[in-house]
Nanobody, 126 residues
């Protein structure tokens, strides 16, 4: 069993930056694909970004491409989401997810992920 704990959320103004972290338990983190998803009030959860087990492949939603960067530190069992130029429409609960198997690399599909964190709130004011 893998436990994921997100942190780094908060209330910021439009144009600001935040760096989310997701700490994972377990000794096999380095073999997992990792993803970030978000859910805004009244909306379905949506894909934000994903990264392969090695960090060599990444994938981004069109709405965040060029503003968000996903990265990972396998030595620290942690995946990050650096969010720049935040917009009010980025307001959501952000979830970290882990996939046990390496393939497909950096998948954007929820059903491909096996473990989920509890989420961290990001609120961007205009």
């Amino acid at each position: 069993q893998v436990q994921l704990v997100e942190s780094g959320g908060g209330l910021v103004q439009a144009g600001d930056s935040l760096n989310l972290s997701c700490a994972a338990s377990g000794r096999t983190f380095s073999s997992y694909s990792m993803g970030w998803f978000r859910q805004a009030p009244g909306k379905e959860r949506e894909f934000v970004a994903a990264i392969s087990w090695s960090g060599g492949s990444t994938n981004y939603a069109y709405s965040v491409k060029g503003r968000f960067t996903i990265s990972r530190d396998n030595a620290k069992n942690t995946v990050y989401l650096q969010m720049n130029s935040l917009k009010p429409e980025d307001t959501a609960v952000y979830y970290c997810a882990a996939r046990r198997r390496a393939e497909p690399l950096a998948t954007p599909y929820e059903y491909d992920y096996d473990y989920w964190g509890q989420g961290t709130q990001v609120t961007v004011s205009s």
